[in-house]
Nanobody, 127 residues
Framework: QVQLVESGGGLVQAGGSLRLSCAASGRTFSRDVMGWFRQAPGKERELVAAISWSGGSTRYADSVKGRFTVTRDNAENTMYLQMNNLAPEDTAVYYC????????????????????WGQGTQVTVSS
């Protein structure tokens, strides 16, 4: 059974940091494009960051550039999102997603391009 499990969410004060993890199981994810999305109450789910299978390509939402960093450890089948200088507007449920890509080192920017999703982890930033 293919599964993604997020962890590391929680409550933090504005200006603080959190590190989210996305652990993959059920198959090897070393050739998967992976991404972090988030959904705040009353809003649509949006891309936060994406990383190619090699880690050589990354992409970030403008709102998190310079504050968030996405990395991955293919040996551990795990992706990370380091979030620094958090703000109340970062409050959301954060989801990780994956999709195999055996032909390129691209990043995927839209929800429909991913075929496996985690259950989400809540991040709450207090002012």
């Amino acid at each position: 059974q293919v599964q993604l499990v997020e962890s590391g969410g929680g409550l933090v004060q504005a200006g603080g940091s959190l590190r989210l993890s996305c652990a993959a199981s059920g198959r090897t994810f070393s050739r998967d494009v992976m991404g972090w999305f988030r959904q705040a109450p009353g809003k649509e789910r949006e891309l936060v960051a994406a990383i190619s299978w090699s880690g050589g390509s990354t992409r970030y939402a403008d709102s998190v550039k310079g504050r968030f960093t996405v990395t991955r450890d293919n040996a551990e089948n795990t992706m990370y999102l380091q979030m620094n200088n958090l703000a109340p507007e970062d409050t959301a449920v954060y989801y990780c997603a994956a999709r195999p890509d055996y032909f390129s080192d691209a990043v995927y920017l839209t929800e429909g391009q991913y075929d496996v999703w985690g259950q989400g982890t809540q991040v709450t930033v207090s002012s």
